[in-house]
């Protein structure tokens, strides 16, 4: 069974990068059956799809956040990373990194989430 954990700062000052790893295990993010994706949450708010990276290292955003997002994955240590340039206090939310069925776009297995705070 697919595990994920995410690991990064909690806190980001205004117009610094934000950037967290998805560490996982019971898999390998080099399986072209899933997507490796992040979604988060503001306080009060519902789920938002950030983007993911397929196994062919092809990646997905979120429009509204495209110009703002990378993500990218390190296959040695069987990790991706999300890096959200340029923060806004509107930015704070829990970051969950997930996987996400190729086939039906589901999501079958979900980290516990981070709490991320922007704020100087």
């Known amino acids: 069974q697919v595990q994920l954990q995410e690991s990064g700062p909690g806190l980001v000052k205004p117009s610094q990068t934000l950037s967290l790893t998805c560490t996982v295990s019971?898999?390998?993010?080099?399986?072209?059956?899933?997507?490796w994706s992040w979604i988060r949450q503001p306080p009060g708010k519902g789920l938002e799809w950030m983007g993911a990276i397929g196994y062919s290292d092809s990646t997905y955003y979120s429009l509204s956040l495209k110009s703002r997002t990378s993500i990218s994955r390190d296959s040695s240590k069987n990790q991706f990373t999300l890096q959200l340039r340029s923060v806004t206090p509107e930015d704070t939310a829990v970051y969950s990194c997930?996987?996400?069925?190729?086939?039906?776009?589901?999501?079958?297995?979900w980290g516990q989430g981070t709490q991320v705070t922007v704020s100087s």
């Open positions: 019971g898999g390998s993010i080099t399986a072209n059956s899933y997507y």
């Open positions: 997930v996987s996400q069925s190729v086939s039906s776009r589901q999501v079958v297995a």
